[in-house]
């Protein structure tokens, strides 16, 4: 699996629609200061169902809609879409090639696509799991990112070598299935209240 291009517009600097197109190799971007490279690693964590204003470097969550500049008026919604070669079917999905798009409008209605179709932000997430392309995987390691792995707190780190050895969606299936059980734990007290009412 590689990453094949990524579509942007209106996202942050890029107010004119583009694809970078990659290939199986290394890629770099090079720039001036402030032309907007962190912006298509910024892209690639928004798509990838991003929350935390924080890690987009934004204030809010619009802020990632073009603003405008002095020549140009702000635009009115954020596309990125990144496309991924599934050949070798990493992704759990009968498709060679996947497509993850997000779009958000002013208004704070947005959509998350997979492969064009209307997709939740929870079947992106699980798309990715234990493949270390999550938004919390490990293969965006951004600006500061390994010092803060060195020194974060152990448990920190442990999701990280939970993720790479491919344990994570057991995990969050076990916590599901944990709170289910929860559930049904009360709605069984609750029966038992009402069957010793009615004794
Ligand atoms: P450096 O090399 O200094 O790290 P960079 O090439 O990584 O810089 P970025 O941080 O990606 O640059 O881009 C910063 C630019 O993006 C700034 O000029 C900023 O004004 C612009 N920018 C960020 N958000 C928006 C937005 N919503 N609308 C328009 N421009 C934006």
């Not at 496309?83 to 759990?92: E, G, K």
């Not at 070598?161 to 734990?185: C, H, M, N, P, W």
Request: with cysteine; net charge positive.
């Amino acid at each position: 699996m590689y990453l094949k291009s990524i579509e942007v517009h209106g996202f942050k600097s890029f107010a004119n629609k583009i694809v970078f197109d990659f290939h199986n190799g290394i890629t770099g971007i090079v720039g001036p200061n402030g032309s907007g490279k962190s912006n298509v690693a910024d892209a690639v964590r928004w798509v990838l169902g991003e929350q935390r204003v924080k890690q987009l470097r934004s204030s809010s969550m619009q802020d990632v809609i073009f603003s405008g500049t002095e020549n140009r008026k702000p635009l009115g919604y954020a596309y990125v879409a990144i496309t991924l070669d599934n050949s070798d079917h990493q992704l759990p999905i009968d498709y060679e090639e996947v497509t993850i798009a997000r779009r958000v409008y002013r208004s704070g209605e947005s959509e998350y696509l997979l492969n064009g179709t209307s997709c939740r932000l929870k079947d992106v997430n699980e798309l990715f799991y234990d493949t270390g392309i999550g938004k919390e995987g490990y293969s965006i390691i951004g600006q500061g990112q390994i010092e803060r792995i060195l020194s974060g707190k152990p448990e920190e780190r442990r999701e990280l070598f939970d993720e790479a050895a491919g344990i994570v969606k057991y995990k969050r299936r076990k916590a599901t299935a944990q709170k289910k059980l929860e559930s049904e734990r009360q709605n069984l007290v609750r029966i038992k209240d009402i069957l010793s009412e009615l004794e």
